[in-house]
């Protein structure tokens, strides 16, 4: 059993930025992604990023391209998502998870375990 835990959700002004974290324990394999999601009230889950533990590769939702950049630091099993010039419209509960997500990174279903969440808020 994997757990993720997400850390760095706050209120912030328009325009602001965030750092969230995700600790991963233990640590899934190497080819395994690590992917943030978001889900405002009422509305679908919705991918972020993703990057997997090796490779170089990072993957990125329209709505938040130019802005967030996630990264990785393997000694720390840690996944970050950096998030700037945020918008009252990025407000959502932050979710981790990780899956192989061979057939689809930005697919919800393709993803195994998840955190509990982390509310970013983002004052207009």
């Known amino acids: 059993q994997v757990q993720l835990v997400e850390s760095g959700g706050r209120l912030v002004q328009n325009g602001g930025s965030l750092r969230l974290s995700c600790a991963a324990s233990p640590r899934t394999s190497s080819n395994y992604a690590m992917g943030w999601f978001r889900q405002a009230p009422g509305k679908e889950r919705e991918f972020v990023a993703a990057i997997r533990w090796i490779g170089t590769n990072t993957y990125y939702g329209d709505s938040v391209k130019g802005r967030f950049t996630i990264s990785r630091h393997n000694a720390n099993n840690t996944v970050y998502l950096q998030m700037n010039s945020l918008k009252p419209e990025d407000t959502a509960v932050y979710y981790c998870?990780?899956?192989?997500?061979?057939?689809?990174?930005?697919?919800?279903?393709?993803?195994?375990?998840w955190g509990q969440g982390t509310q970013v808020t983002v004052s207009s």
């Open positions: 998870a990780t899956g192989r997500a061979i057939m689809g990174i930005a697919t919800v279903a393709n993803y195994d375990y």
